[in-house]
T-cell receptor, first 113, second 109 residues
Framework: DTAVSQTPKYLVTQMGNDKSIKCEQNLGHDTMYWYKQDSKKFLKIMFSYNNKELIINETVPNRFSPKSPDKAHLNLHINSLELGDSAVYFC????????????FGPGTRLLVL | KNEVEQSPQNLTAQEGEFITINCSYSVGISALHWLQQHPGGGIVSLFMLSSGKKKHGRLIATINIQEKHSSLHITASHPRDSAVYICAVGGGATNKLIFGTGTLLAVQP
């Protein structure tokens, strides 16, 4: 069984549209994350939730809104998509704590035309 | 200047060679992570360490907290080791990771 899954795997859409990416983990972890990997392959944290509570909110446009309906799910909704939002978005999860391995989803490749 | 620096950025090796990838960081951390990203894009955690040395198969990771430096070694490299290796440091109550820019490794047969 897949530990951290994301849907969709690929997303091609027009500028100005609203889209969502879903993430689910079956590892029983308390903490989930969203990362963005840009065209130069550089990874950066966007958000993190612990037990459905937002604990990390980096400098991300407010067009991006994470939602955690329960601790096994962390979805990312993006409003008014822009060309610069094109990237690979990775979800990850870990047990709660300072020194915990993070388990990554397969990534969602978003292309905004 | 990035808070996490890796070297080299690109590395080409012949099969069987011993490989070293370096990571230096400038922030206080609670743990350092080594990640592997294959051409297909998936990211796998290789090691998480806060002191000393860890070994898994042909991979060895070391960290020197005083010098704020870590190395990832691959012994008897193989073409299937070709990937991007990413160093990331975590700290604070949130376990937020700060990533290096990655090292692209190509192992030729």
């Amino acid at each position: 069984d897949t530990a951290v899954s994301q849907t969709p795997k690929y997303l091609v859409t027009q500028m100005g549209n609203d889209k969502s990416i879903k993430c689910e983990q079956n590892l029983g972890h308390d903490t989930m994350y969203w990362y963005k990997q840009d065209s130069k392959k550089f990874l950066k944290i966007m958000f993190s939730y612990n037990n459905k509570e937002l604990i990390i909110n980096e400098t991300v446009p407010n067009r991006f809104s994470p939602k955690s309906p329960d601790k096994a799910h962390l979805n990312l909704h993006i409003n008014s998509l822009e060309l610069g939002d094109s990237a690979v978005y990775f979800c990850a999860s870990s047990a709660h704590g300072r020194e915990e391995t993070q388990y990554f989803g397969p990534g969602t490749r978003l292309l905004v035309l | 200047k990035n808070e996490v620096e890796q070297s080299p950025q690109n590395l080409t090796a012949q099969e069987g060679e011993f490989i070293t990838i370096n990571c230096s960081y400038s922030v206080g951390i609670s743990a350092l992570h080594w990640l592997q990203q294959h051409p297909g894009g998936g990211i796998v955690s290789l090691f998480m360490l806060s002191s000393g040395k860890k070994k898994h198969g042909r991979l060895i990771a070391t960290i020197n907290i005083q010098e704020k430096h870590s190395s990832l070694h691959i012994t008897a490299s193989h073409p299937r080791d070709s990937a991007v290796y990413i160093c990331a440091v975590g700290g604070g109550a949130t376990n937020k990771l700060i990533f290096g820019t990655g090292t692209l490794l190509a192992v030729q047969p």
